[in-house]
């Protein structure tokens, strides 16, 4: 059974080195309302290779998980365990020398370490206007952006801990998103909490 876009059931799709066996197509009802579908795919564990099945967002095939839901669990607990230590400051990183806290001041409002030139589709909202580019997240009029359009962060929000809270969604480049919420947080520090622009109350768009 094939649908207008052309995807029929039983294909087999490749993501990152990683087969997928597409076995259904569901209806779905989007947070905004919309009625949209979302894909359901078969494949192999990359770390076991047990079976699993893993949906995506219709023709959206690199929000597919890769691990069976053991494998996934472990990884995200490893992967939370290394953000609440960065967090807590406990995670002993590799350092250039002269490393001190005027040196670790002065990294938090340092320049971009990149700006990415890969294309992105957009499959859901359109950007707000665009400050800088990583290679899966913008920094945006707005705060931060998914480039794909499917994920937003309102600015009034970028100190709520999304380095733990997106730790455990295995689609997401971890090291970007976090690149994008240093550089969105010195753009709009005046919407950090405790500053006069919190204090009336201002606000982006409606936050996600």
Not at 56 to 62: H, I, K, S
Not at 134 to 146: D, F, L, N, P, S
Not at 176 to 184: G, M, P, V, W
């Amino acid at each position: 059974m094939s649908n207008s876009h052309g995807f029929t059931l039983g294909m087999i799709a490749e993501y990152r080195g990683q087969k997928y066996r597409l076995i259904d197509v569901r209806p779905y009802r989007r947070l905004d309302g919309r009625d949209s579908q979302i894909m359901v795919w078969r494949s192999r564990c990359m770390t076991c290779g047990a079976l699993f099945e893993t949906t995506t967002p219709f023709r959206e095939l690199t929000k597919a998980t890769r691990r069976c839901s053991a494998h996934v669990q472990r990884t995200r607990q490893n992967v939370r365990a290394v953000v609440e230590a960065y967090v807590a400051g406990t995670l002993k990183l590799a350092a250039p020398p002269e490393t001190s806290d005027t040196n670790r001041d002065a990294g938090r409002s340092a320049p971009p370490a990149y700006h990415a030139t890969n294309r992105v589709r957009v499959r859901g909202q359109r950007l707000s206007p665009i400050i800088w580019q990583g290679r899966q997240w913008a920094v945006t009029k707005h705060g931060i952006e998914c480039r794909d359009g499917t994920y937003a962060i309102a600015k009034s929000r970028l100190w709520e801990g999304w380095e733990r809270h997106m730790a455990e969604k295995e689609w997401v480049d971890q090291a970007d998103l976090a690149e994008a919420l240093r550089i969105a947080r010195q753009v709009h520090a005046k919407q950090a909490p405790g500053t006069m622009s919190q204090r009336t109350g201002k606000r982006g768009r409606a936050p996600t």
